[in-house]
């Protein structure tokens, strides 16, 4: 919908004489019904007065379309300000226009996010360009009249009171967001570059025409959005549906299409923690959009979308498909059926009204189901970790009937998380009194748990297990309070017994934190680590949960002030006290609960409480695998000074013949699936390096990669360039591979993968076929310390032989 449109002649007269603001204040009325804030009002004067100054200009076509205040369609995206036209091809133009009032602004270090004052105070809000850049993507891919009319878009903001030369804002930090949509600041100077912008762009006016034709056009995904969505989930071992997983999939995808016919369908889709609900929603949210439907995943936590967008692409800037991913709380005013699909994930997180302050909206599910043909909701019950929880299965079920919808259930059941272990689960609950099982003792021979004696020992672990894959992470319950959201300096959690101190993850990183290298010793929260995994979990568990007896107390006085999972529980005591002291039990149990099993691989806890540790290590047997490396066992190596001169010319691209003069060099730190289609890798991404030595022959799949330790100096010195090759043929047996393992590290690198000589020894089966019965990666060095990595039948399946090694360039 479009609040305002005129060709610029006409929008000049209502500016100079018709006061503009109130025009688009009647017009706003007539179509919407409702009317908009003093502010809002001032806003239109004061910013579309600097426009009519832009536009004021013979070098603007007279009959360029002007429309102001464009409403996105299936979004809650509003445009300020369009111009339309023609290029000087004869193309259809649109320039998009971010208008702000603002004067100041602050750099933050979240990607495209500034801080901005306003009347109550100042608040993060997205870059200028950003935001305007954002509604074009969300344009180009979902509009068909600009994907299939060739509808050329060109954001840009407009910062009419901001003075140059404004270095927050045009940090370089931000210089991805203005170079792809620049910015225009105060001054006569700025608003020359603004229109000498408008005229490279607009040559011919088309009387609205692009417009109008936006305004009409189908919302439906561009097959590109859909082809590019299919290939950021090809070969991304993070979401490979297995088992159950799969049916789950399938079954979402028979009910999405039968609500295409009219009949409206909702999914219930229950599993406990590592049963797969994200894998599964992320897999919908790209299917749905292949298939030409309008789809979003929506979670109520920031950190989940944000690191699945991030995982998604690659990439943790604001992308394409950052609209794809939504809050919860934003579908107050959509219409009935806006979207084909919305893919619920946390759906237990839900609440009843949305808004900061809670007040607006009828009741999140209500506004889900009605906002789509087709709605699934992925639920765990005990995830409820607040009094304002309210998703569960009987809610939804109940306002499915209001709309007619039919209801089906399904549930996720297979254990990918904890090791795959039911058992380590069943025994949380039950030494967290959440349900009563049959697993009183945990067997750490299958998973890696351990109670700590300290908060340093915790912090210690974590961080070396981190240096293996960036996926180990501490977090706590809310005993403590968030000093540093006012003073960067400060520090949260402080043990003075025990000389530690750390921070809340919430202020650098923010949702992010899970998947930033730097975070590692910051401690994260519920709501940042909730429907997420890392291998290694470091649990800190407070003062509101302790053991007595053999009997779990929950202590909800003991929560810090700041804590707004439990706000609203004294009132709800003084009218209901047994009510209010069954939910924050479960609330407190359920926090825990979640939080111990965010690992994959292992859980670490420290306890404030004594007894409360003795209840847990006492309660736990066995030892862990002698098989998988300790950590870290040797350190380090340092670079020789050497290392810098590489034996390989950086040719510029425009050189480069790919495997012919060139080969890739890549760090051996990169993701997993890359080598694999190393004839598909990005030229962009990488330096092509030709050898220095012409007597080198290089071919196809070949790559130069650097390997850093002594472990097999006798053959490749530490920092050597090397040449490698992909999909090596032949027998492996005593060649020097490069490997790559999940659940092991190397001794020296602490990565995941290893350079090493092969050996296998096989055994026969009776069908006459052959398996390994065991994989010896050994090294070769002069240093007798080194041992071999040696693994068996059970261990294999997580190693892949990556390379082989060719030659160490001289």
């Known amino acids: 919908m479009i609040i305002y449109q005129a060709e610029k002649q006409q929008f000049l007269t209502d500016v100079f004489q018709n006061d503009i603001e109130e025009v688009v204040l009647d017009q ?108 074009a993507a969300l344009l180009q891919g979902f509009n068909e009249a600009v994907y299939e009319g060739g509808i050329q878009l060109v954001p840009c903001a407009y910062l009419h009171n901001y003075p140059p030369p404004a270095d927050a804002i045009t940090h370089d930090f931000y210089r991805h967001h203005v170079e792809r949509a620049p910015l225009f600041l105060e001054g006569a100077d700025e608003r020359q570059r603004l ?91 790209v299917a749905l959009t292949g298939a030409g439907l309008v789809a979003k995943y929506v979670t109520k936590n920031a950190a989940p979308r944000a690191v699945f967008e991030a995982r998604l692409t690659g990439s943790m800037k604001k992308t394409e498909i950052s609209h794809m991913f939504s809050g919860s709380g934003a579908f107050t005013e959509t219409k009935p059926d806006a979207f084909d699909g919305l893919v619920v994930d946390e759906a237990h997180r839900l609440n009843e009204k949305s808004g900061l302050y809670g007040n607006l909206g009828d009741h999140q599910v209500k506004e889900l189901i009605r906002a789509a043909r087709f709605t699934v909701f992925f639920l765990d019950e005990a995830q409820k970790v607040t009094l304002k929880d309210v998703g569960d299965r009987e809610t939804i079920k109940h306002w499915a009937r209001e709309f007619g919808a039919r209801v089906k259930e399904a549930s996720l059941a297979s254990q990918f998380r904890c090791n795959g272990s039911d058992g380590y689960l069943a025994w949380v609950d039950r030494n967290l009194q959440v349900r009563e099982t049959a697993n009183p003792d945990l067997d750490v021979a299958e998973f890696d748990f351990r109670v700590v004696a300290s908060p340093v020992e915790l912090r210690n672990l974590i961080i070396e297990r981190n240096k293996e894959r960036n996926r180990a992470r501490m977090v706590a319950g809310y005993c403590w309070g968030w000093p540093s959201k006012k003073d960067p300096a400060a520090y949260d959690i402080v043990m003075p017994d025990h000389d530690f101190k750390a921070r809340w993850n919430l202020t650098q990183n923010g949702s992010l934190w899970i998947v930033s290298p730097e975070s590692v010793s910051e401690v994260g929260c519920i709501h940042t680590c ?25 202590r909800p006085e003991k929560r810090a002030k700041s804590d707004k999972t439990i706000r609203g529980l004294k009132s709800m005591a003084e009218c209901d006290p047994v ?87 890549i760090p051996l730190k990169i993701a997993a699936g890359t080598f694999s289609s190393i004839q598909s890798l990005d030229d962009n991404d990488l330096e092509w390096g030709a050898p220095v030595d012409d007597e080198v022959s290089i071919g196809p799949d070949m790559f130069i990669a650097q390997v850093i330790g002594e472990s097999m100096n006798r053959t490749i010195p530490n920092g050597a360039w090397c040449l490698f090759r992909t999909k090596p043929q032949g027998t492996r047996q005593g060649k020097i591979v490069l490997a790559q393992h999940r659940d092991i590290s190397d001794p020296e690198t602490g990565g995941s993968f290893t350079v090493k000589v092969y050996s296998s020894e096989k055994q026969v089966g009776p069908d006459g076929g052959w398996t390994h019965r065991r994989v010896v990666l050994s090294p070769k060095s002069h240093d007798a310390t080194y041992q071999p990595i040696i693994l068996d039948e059970s261990a294999q399946g997580t190693v892949s032989i990556v390379a082989e090694f060719i030659d160490v360039l001289a």
């Not at 909730?530 to 929950?554: K, S």
């Not at 047997?621 to 870290?632: A, E, H, K, N």
């Open 530 to 554: 909730q429907g997420l995994e890392v291998d290694y979990v470091g649990v800190i568990i407070g003062d509101d949960l302790i053991v007595r007896n053999g009997q779990v107390i929950t």
């Open 28 to 135: 706003y009325r007539r179509r919407t019904g409702g009317s908009v804030s003093k502010s809002q009002v001032q806003a239109w004067a004061s910013s579309l007065a600097y426009m009519g100054k832009v536009l004021n200009d013979d070098g603007v076509p007279d009959d360029c379309g002007v429309a102001i205040e464009y409403t996105i369609p299936q979004s809650a995206k509003r445009v300020d300000f369009l111009l339309t036209g023609k290029t000087a091809d004869e193309r259809s133009c649109m320039i998009i226009v971010e208008l702000k009032q603002w004067s100041s602004a602050r750099k933050t270090d979240k990607d495209a996010v500034v801080w901005a004052r306003f009347a109550h105070g100042e608040t993060e809000v997205s870059h200028p360009s950003y935001q305007a850049w954002s509604y």
């Open 579 to 665: 009510n209010a002291s069954r939910q924050a039990d479960a609330i407190i149990k359920n926090t825990y609960r979640t939080l111990m099993t965010r690992g994959m691989k292992g859980c670490y806890v420290y306890c404030t409480d004594g007894e409360t540790a003795e209840h847990f290590r006492q309660r736990i047997r066995g030892t862990r695998p002698t098989q998988i490396l300790p950590i870290r066992t040797l350190p380090i190596p340092a670079l020789p000074d050497a290392a810098n001169d590489r034996p390989f010319r950086v040719l510029p691209m425009g050189e480069v013949v790919r495997f012919r003069n060139a080969v890739p060099v």
């Open 195 to 285: 229109r000498d912008f408008i005229r490279q762009h607009v040559r011919q006016g088309d009387k609205g025409h692009a417009l109008y034709e936006v305004e009409k056009g189908r919302i439906r995904p561009s097959k590109s959005l859909a082809d590019g969505l299919l290939g950021m989930l090809k070969g991304n071992e993070e979401f490979v549906l297995l088992d159950d997983q799969k049916l789950v999939f399938e079954a979402a995808m028979k009910q999405a299409r039968k609500a295409q016919n009219g009949e409206k369908q909702v999914l219930i889709v229950e599993g406990g923690p590592g049963t797969g609900k994200s894998v599964v929603a992320v897999h919908l949210l």
